[in-house]
């Protein structure tokens, strides 16, 4: 004890030394907003690589069990198809307009990987491989094969972070399939297959299995992306409309390839949304 207390006091001005340090950067970096992005976007550099090389792992332990899935899924479709051009007597091409590729067929596809997701916090956040230098930016409309995933929010030249549906702050604009209804996605926690609509009208006709899917208001998705199905129906807060419950159709438990939609149309409709945005505070201020 004598001995580290004799070490201590002879290499003190050391030990001051990298206090100060620390300190020094902290309050550098916390209080600086052009440091600050800085940090944020090194250390995303380098927390991508460490979530890339451990997904990298994760995914190639689950091949089996995903080219098993991939076979079942082939031969339940190929059956399907069979059953269809039995009775049909030719393919409906009809039935593949409504396929996701289809959808996003007149749009510009970046495909990417999950590197890094959470399904268990109250804001998850999914790390996608893609940033900037692929043509990535924020505000960015994210799906899998299966349905909607998220908004791109931050990005950096080899990354990209995702809003998911399973976070707080996620508003996606929905409808009932073939009805027109509208209401706004969100995730209150808990199960990770299971999110709610709000604002659906009360004199909507709802029946139970009704698909969900994006309506094309926002400035993000196109209509028509599926995003779940009505499991169950209840009362909004106030009693003036419903809130639907949406079993999910993505699996974010098992999310490993995603699309990023870049569509300038909608890029254009962003920016005039925020520059009306932008008018109005300033005529606000002005008045």
């Known amino acids: 004890m004598r001995n ?9 001005h050391w030990f001051v030394f990298v206090a100060l340090e620390i300190i020094s950067l902290v309050l550098l970096f916390r209080y600086n907003n052009y440091q600050g992005s800085v940090w944020f976007t090194s ?15 994760r995914s190639f332990f689950s091949l089996r069990e995903v080219n098993e899935s991939l076979t079942a899924r082939n031969a339940y479709l190929e059956r399907q198809l069979a059953l269809l051009t039995t009775r049909n007597g030719k393919r409906d091409s009809s039935l593949l307009r409504g396929t996701q590729m289809e959808l996003l067929s007149e749009y510009r596809i970046i495909q990417a990987k999950v590197v890094d997701n959470s399904i268990n916090k109250r804001n998850n956040l999914i790390t996608i491989d893609k940033g900037s230098a692929d043509g990535i930016h924020p505000d960015m409309g994210v799906v899998s094969g299966t349905g909607v995933v998220g908004i791109v929010f931050l990005v950096s030249p080899h990354y990209s972070i995702v809003i998911p549906v399973l976070n707080s702050n996620s508003n ?6 073939g009805q027109g209804y ?4 969100h995730w209150d926690g808990g199960a990770s297959d299971v999110a709610y609509v709000d ?6 006709k709802l029946r ?4 969900i899917v994006t309506s094309g208001y926002s400035s993000v998705f196109p209509p028509g992306i599926s995003v779940g199905k009505i499991v169950a129906a209840s009362n909004s807060a106030n009693g003036l409309s419903y809130r639907l419950h ?15 939609i870049d569509d300038n149309k909608m890029n ?8 009306a945005e932008d008018s109005i505070k300033t005529r606000s201020v002005n008045d």
């Open 208 to 211: 139970k299995y009704d698909l």
């Open 246 to 260: 949406v079993k999910l159709s993505t699996d974010f438990g098992n999310l490993r390839d995603v699309c990023v």
């Open 182 to 185: 509208f209401g706004y996605l």
């Open 268 to 275: 254009e409709r962003l920016r005039l949304i925020r520059m």
């Open 43 to 57: 250390a995303n550099e380098v927390t991508g690589k460490v979530y890339e090389c451990e997904s990298a792992i």
């Open 4 to 12: 580290l207390i004799a070490f201590l006091v002879k290499h003190n």
């Open 199 to 204: 604002d659906i009208p009360r004199h909507a």
């Open 172 to 177: 996606i604009s929905c409808a009932i399939k």
